[in-house]
């Protein structure tokens, strides 16, 4: 189990910005893919952004046009850039990683796709 650490979350206005960090202890390169899911109260884990070793990404339907995904590898360092947020992006983000498994058509969304995961930061977003 690789320990994956997110920060940067908060409280923040609706149409306001926040960036999420995940620091990884060794080199994000060596990980198939990497993702951000988030999980509202009462409600399920849900995918909101990939991306593969290659640089492929993937942003959830739901996200389109707000968040993006990017890395920068000397730091091991993945990143979740999210603007405008609404209300109903408000939850627990985790930074997930896959360290062996499998290759998809795309990076992967779902949450069994993934085996390693962090513990979280906080967003909350107020109307």
């Known amino acids: 189990q690789v320990q994956l650490v997110e920060s940067g979350g908060g409280s923040v206005q609706a149409g306001g910005s926040l960036k999420l960090s995940c620091a990884a202890p060794?080199?994000?390169?060596?990980?198939?893919?990497m993702g951000w899911f988030r999980q509202a109260p009462g409600e399920e884990r849900e995918g909101v952004a990939a991306?593969?070793?290659?640089?492929?990404?993937l942003v959830a339907v739901s996200v389109s046009g707000r968040f993006s995904i990017s890395r920068v590898n000397a730091i091991n360092t993945l990143y979740l850039q999210m603007n405008s947020l609404k209300p109903e992006d408000s939850g627990m983000y985790y930074c997930?990683?896959?360290?062996?498994?499998?290759?998809?058509?795309?990076?992967?969304?779902?949450?069994?796709?993934?085996?390693?995961w962090g513990q979280g930061t906080q967003v909350t977003v107020s109307s």
């Open positions: 060794r080199d994000i390169m060596s990980f198939k893919y």
């Open positions: 991306i593969s070793r290659r640089g492929s990404t």
């Open positions: 997930a990683a896959l360290d062996g498994g499998r290759w998809y058509s795309n990076p992967p969304l779902v949450e069994s796709a993934y085996d390693n």
